[in-house]
């Protein structure tokens, strides 16, 4: 495990094979959250720029919810995007993120799952999260965030027990152990080649392919939440925007643009 080594541009620029995505790289020692900084300075930068910290001190999941972030323990990051686009498309954005943190693992030789719409599974737990947050103004998007945190080395004492069973690092599943610096150049690269078809023409075949192949929930049985209700269903494909097409067990079909997935019939995380 290469942990010594700050993730800031030197030590990744040898490995981005990107035009604008991590070119102005933003490192800290320890923040609240990557996505409160970006946010703080979205207006004032290029698109593409990246922010990292080696800790964050309040790191957010959705629905304010937390994301356990300990020092040098994994990468937090987050990405400032300014696509032209209505606020209603930023969900997609989210499974570029998903598609390239898979795309990335798999480039190391780990084989990873895409449980729709925003997290990374290996064996079942949860490697890798995303939260995508936007700013807009007269029903365009000024600007989106996109934060990701990827569990390299968390250690069971920085855990509550359930988190314990719920989480995965890929110090587990990485025999060689994994050069944290390759990882974020190669999840820059692949989010760069992801975003662009987005940007130029709204394109997101190719995150929608690649989340549909390495899907955890399409044919299965899940629980979907939706404010105070759970509602039984059978997750049947990805559309071709990105939402989750599910038939509830009353017949009725649905397309989700975002949302809470349990999967029905498995303990734990599912
Ligand atoms: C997410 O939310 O999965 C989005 C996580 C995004 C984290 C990144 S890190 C950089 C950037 N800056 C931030 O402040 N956030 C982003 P959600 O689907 O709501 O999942 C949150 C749930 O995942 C929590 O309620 C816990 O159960 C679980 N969790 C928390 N920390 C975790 C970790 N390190 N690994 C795996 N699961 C975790």
Redesign the pocket.
């Known amino acids: 495990m290469d942990g010594s080594e700050a993730l800031n541009y030197r030590s990744i620029e040898a490995y981005l094979d990107t035009n604008f995505v991590g070119r102005n790289i933003r490192h800290y020692n320890s923040?609240?959250?990557?996505?409160?900084k970006?946010k703080e300075i979205a207006m004032d930068v290029e698109e593409g720029t990246v922010i990292i910290?080696e800790e964050?001190t309040?790191?957010?999941?959705?629905?304010g919810?937390?994301?356990?972030?300990p020092k040098g323990?994994?990468?937090?990051?987050?990405l400032i995007l300014k696509p032209v686009i209505p606020p209603a498309k930023v969900a997609r954005i989210t499974l570029i993120g998903a598609a390239a943190v898979n795309k990335a693992l798999g480039d190391m030789g780990i084989e990873s799952h895409i449980k729709w719409p925003?997290?990374i599974i290996i064996d079942n737990?949860?490697?890798?999260?995303?939260?995508t947050e936007m700013s807009c103004e007269r029903n365009m998007v000024s600007y989106v965030?996109m934060?990701?945190?990827?569990?390299l080395d968390?250690k069971d004492e920085e855990?509550s027990e359930?988190?314990a069973h719920?989480?995965?690092?890929l110090r587990e599943v990485a025999e060689q152990g994994i050069d944290r610096k390759i990882l974020l150049a190669y999840i820059l690269n692949h989010l760069e080649k992801l975003y662009i078809p987005f940007k130029m023409d709204g394109d997101i075949s190719g995150p929608i392919e690649i989340a549909r192949r390495n899907s955890i929930l399409i044919g299965r049985d899940v629980w979907i939440r939706e404010r105070d209700m759970r509602k039984k269903a059978r997750v049947l494909d990805i559309d071709d925007e990105g939402r989750l097409m599910v038939q509830y067990d009353d017949g009725g079909m649905g397309r989700l643009a975002s949302g809470?997935i349990s999967i029905r019939g498995l303990e734990g995380?599912f």
Do not use: C, F, P
């Not at 919810?65 to 972030?69: E, Q």
């Not at 934060?147 to 569990?151: F, P, Q, R, T």
């Open positions: 923040l609240s959250s990557t996505n409160v970006a910290a964050q309040a790191g957010r999941g959705r629905l919810r937390n994301w356990i972030s323990r994994g990468i937090w990051m987050s925003n997290d737990r949860k490697v890798s999260g995303i939260l965030i934060g990701i945190g990827i569990n968390l855990l359930e988190l719920k989480a995965i690092s809470e995380y």
